[in-house]
């Protein structure tokens, strides 16, 4: 892994002519051995490591089935909005949980 000790969201490189979405789903099945249904696209995020530049490109989803199993990460946690920035995310993904925390209610058709 190329940030150990950071937490980051599932997810991994598109593979030649895959959609964002397919490429979610699969790698999320890759990775986590679950179904999802893809509900909405978040906001991009474009990130400049040392060594890298990295485009991720989020969205919201659901667990539709399936039992998780941890395949390519040591730890999974399922988060309330009030523990989202407890972690030590990876520096790409801080947006997505930024986005995600201000706009909790809206996500989950509270408001």
Request: proline letters at 8%; hydrophobic letters at 40%; one cysteine or more.
């Amino acid at each position: 892994m190329d940030l150990p000790g950071y937490w980051e969201f599932p997810g991994g490189k598109m593979e030649t002519e895959e959609s964002p979405t397919t490429c979610l789903i699969r790698e999320i099945w890759e990775e986590l051995s679950i179904e999802i249904r893809i509900l909405r696209p978040l906001t991009p995020v474009l990130h400049t490591y040392p060594n890298k530049a990295i485009q991720l490109i989020p969205f919201l989803a659901t667990w539709e089935s399936g039992t998780l199993q941890l395949t390519e990460h040591a730890q999974s946690q399922w988060l309330a909005q009030k523990d989202l920035l407890s972690l030590d995310w990876a520096p790409a993904d801080i947006p997505i949980v930024h986005e995600l925390n201000e706009h909790w209610d809206y996500f989950l058709g509270l408001t």
